[in-house]
């Protein structure tokens, strides 16, 4: 394949000096072969498969085609076992403090009383709801499911860029497209080792039965409507888990519990997967205009007789500002150091920050602590010198409600472009679900959004973004012939059974098979690392560790004086990962 | 096994929105094949169409013409008509997506496929001559997609609604289409030839519009008959398009339904029961010649099953 990789970003596929990275090589030999033509026929094939199944997300205020699909780059995205293995380690560690937060400040507050984090930033946000203090949530978990989005910096390192705790959207895509790829590039996958995804579903439905307050409770997922921009994602939910879809209209608070008007009367609801924002899940709690909610719902919540996924108020833990401390939350509640760093972040709300926020607007992100989908933002490097003004205007009189952030130059990834027929590096993010139960799951893949217009940073469908397929690799790459794989890896043919099932259509494996495998392989590729991928995965640590020390001070926020100078990145372009149907479904229940 | 009220209600318009976008289609079609070999009376072989799916003054309103180029896109593609193809194809895709979780994905690509096929035509079907393929696509998407709800639809509570709207539906538009044929019989004309060969073409049509014309033909031997078409149409026990059968099978599906909560709703029943033996009893002499039941009756009763299927089952607490 031609493509050319340049040196001002990280390249997820190519090194510096043009070479194709070992974890890599499979998929280059297969584009190799197949040549162009062939590659971009089944890249039609693809489009009209995603069209006709439906498999699309609303655009607002748009009359005719409402409905879009989400345009899908077939260039898989390749994860090598000894970095997913990093990530997996990093993401687990940070929603055990997120909840572990959630948990204190919704009782006693030890954290704020221990002035690690300042109460007042805490009691301010607009998602801290007051009226949830003090209720006892199921096995004391708030945040079941989070999409955490990552970007990797110019060195390759991945870093956090915002948790999102409320209703993060996007799974369904991570596992359409992961079946869509393997109908239509099958060979592709032969002999990679690339791990299944298709147990999501089932390990969801796991977690939410976890946390019934009945035996066999019933679990239902909770949509706006079929006109909310992520409906066919909670569709297909529901589908795939095999439990009711429902809407606010569908449900009714009576006696202390609540019910579900179906053809046979009433039926008792246990467990609300919602996809609907705190503020509209109950008119007499929260804003009383909401026709999406279930009058009653939190005081039955409140009472213990229907469990929430995720709990109400969970979003207080990703506001902006509150996001910046959580590196001192993993410290504070497990003792342990953070194994992924924040995007530096300087808080509005501090003094000595807001002046170097001010001072260096020109250089810096700024962005409104409570909003998502890039709105209410201001790109420092992009702006006119008005726009600047106008915005600081705004960050004069309400310091709390922003926060800047450097220039982050996102990792590009060589991506397929009908048009010229060519690949092309564009800029792409990582968004890995992880399901936070008594243990904590995450599926080895994650939704990659990439950057389709030209030269773009913004991955935001609305904005011509669209998707990859993850890969995670049961080993650091390159794959070895099929055989020798089986061999390497010791139960290489279990391993192959699981491929080959989830070939077939994912969703079809039983969980205990799909997950035990996938702990499998987990454990396989720490303990497989020998020979030349020795050597492969441990410069891979090093350079983590490395950049770890050169971020060590990035956890926390800055001192005002610490010039981010020689931070990486500071010159170059501006990650802004907007994100409005896949931040939440919040703005989509405003729209309705 | 329960079933969520809306979902029930989805299921049941489902069933009615396919089967009134595959009688449209099927109508459109036979009559624009029709007209086009009675060249100056368009009019009068249109007009029994508009008849039947209404809205005359909307269409004269928006096009500022009645003709067989308006009509046929009133009733094709004009999202403003609520009973055009378009538009039943729309509604009945808009239930879908609200089943998503609850249909087999198949049901939901082929209505899927559908609208992206349909929705998004206008006159320039026409001026290319492509009436009758539309029609036919639409027509067949509707088979199309009762064949798979057939072959992969559990057959629960939701399939019964379905049918119950799919029949409902189907019993109704015969009976429009046989209301307005009766009404544009013209006795004085049958002595002459000419006129009698052309009120025999528009019976031939009004088979063909219900796919009966070849059942006809096989069980009744005695030629284009008023009488007997109206017999077979409304009476006949085994032909799957008639009043009758679409009645029964409409009680069927009810029945089904009931013994999944037994005795819960039986006005429904009594309803259904009702017009079945309506049906079951009447002759065709007593409907068309006397009246009793009219047509217009046996209208009002599916729509009283429609209504106490309404209250019982969607709007309750």
Known sequence: ?592 | MLLLSRLAENLFWIGRYVERAENTARLLNVNYSASLEMAGRARESWRPLLELTGGEAQLRAKYGRVDARSISAWLAFDRDNPSSIASSVLHARENARGLRDRIPSEMWEALNRTYLNVCFQDEAVLARDGLFEYCVEARDAAQFFFGIAFATLPRDEGWSFMRAGQMLERGDNMLRVLQSRHRSVDTQALADPKQRALQDLRWVSVLKGASAYEAYRKRVHVGIDPIRIGEFLLLDEFFPRSVRYSAENLHDALAQIDRWHPGAHPEVLRLARWLVARLQYARVADILDEDNPALEELLGDFNRVGAAIDAAFFQQE
Request: glycine share 12%.
């Open chain 1, 1 to 592: 394949m031609r493509y050319e990789p340049g040196n001002r970003f990280f390249d997820e596929m190519f090194t510096q000096s043009g070479n194709v990275r070992p974890h890599y090589q499979g998929v280059q030999e297969y584009i190799g072969q197949q040549g162009v033509a062939e590659f971009e026929r089944r890249h039609r094939l693809l489009d009209l498969a995603f069209r006709n199944q439906g498999i699309t997300f609303t655009v607002y205020g748009d009359a005719l085609g409402t409905e879009r699909t989400f345009p899908f780059d077939p260039v898989p995205r390749v994860i090598p076992a000894g970095e997913w293995a990093h990530l997996e380690a990093g993401l687990t560690q940070r929603v055990r403090a997120l909840n572990a937060f959630l948990n204190d400040i919704y009782s006693d507050a030890q954290i704020l009383g221990d002035g690690v984090i300042p109460s007042e930033l805490v009691y301010t946000s607009a998602h801290f709801r007051r009226e949830v203090h003090g209720v006892k949530v199921s096995q004391g978990l708030y945040t079941h499911i989070v999409g955490t989005d990552l970007i990797r910096n110019e060195l390759g390192e991945y870093l956090v860029l915002e948790d999102n705790l409320r209703s993060p959207s996007g799974v369904s895509y991570l596992l359409a497209n992961r079946q869509a790829m393997t109908r239509i590039y099958p060979g592709m996958f032969e002999g990679q080792g690339v791990r299944p995804v298709g147990h999501y579903t089932t390990a969801l439905l796991a977690l939410l039965q976890s946390v019934s307050p009945r035996e066999n409770g019933t679990v239902v997922v909770l949509t706006p409507g079929m006109y909310n921009s992520a409906y066919f994602e909670h569709a297909y939910l529901a589908q795939q888990m095999g439990v009711e879809l429902v809407e606010g209209r569908d449900l009714f608070v009576d006696a202390g519990r609540v019910w579900m008007r179906t053809t046979g009367g009433r039926q008792q609801v246990d467990v609300i997967y919602r996809r609907v924002d705190d503020d509209f899940l109950d008119p007499l709690t929260f804003r009383p205009d909401s026709a999406l909610g279930v009058a009653g719902l939190v005081e039955v919540y409140r009472q213990g007789r229907v469990a929430i996924a995720n709990a109400i108020g969970t979003g207080v833990a990703d506001d902006k500002a509150v996001y910046a401390y959580v590196p001192d939350m993993i410290r504070y509640y497990l003792n342990e150091t953070p194994l992924l760093n924040n995007v530096p972040t300087y808080l509005g709300w501090n003094p000595d920050q807001l002046e170097y926020m001010l001072a260096n607007a020109g250089d810096l992100v700024f962005k409104a602590v409570g909003e998502a989908g890039g709105y209410g933002m201001l790109l420092g490097p992009y702006a006119t010198r008005e726009e600047v003004d106008t915005y600081l205007e705004k960050v004069r009189a309400n310091p709390r409600e922003f926060i800047a952030q450097p220039v982050v130059g996102l990792s590009r990834h060589p991506t397929f472009y009908p048009d010229t027929g060519e690949f092309e590096p564009a800029h792409v993010d990582l968004r890995p679900y992880i399901l936070c139960g008594q243990d904590v799951t995450i599926v080895p893949g994650g939704l990659t959004r990439v950057a389709l217009r030209r030269g773009s940073l913004v991955v935001n469908s609305s904005q011509g973004g669209g998707s990859k397929d993850t890969w995670v690799l049961d080993h650091d790459g390159p794959a070895t012939p099929q055989g020798m794989s089986q061999l390497w890896h010791g139960d290489g043919l279990g391993q192959s059974q699981t491929q080959s099932q989830y070939q077939g259509g994912f969703g079809s494996a039983p969980l205990g098979q799909g997950q035990s495998q996938t702990q499998g392989g987990q454990s396989q590729s720490q303990s497989q690392l020998g020979g030349g991928n020795q050597t492969q995965s441990q410069s891979q640590s090093r350079r983590y560790d490395r950049v770890q020390a050169d971020a060590q001070d990035w956890g926390t926020p800055p001192e005002a004086a610490s010039s981010p100078e020689d931070a990486p990145g500071q010159h170059s372009f501006q990650q802004e990962l907007a994100k409005d149907e896949l931040g939440g479904d919040s703005r989509a229940g405003e729209d309705r």
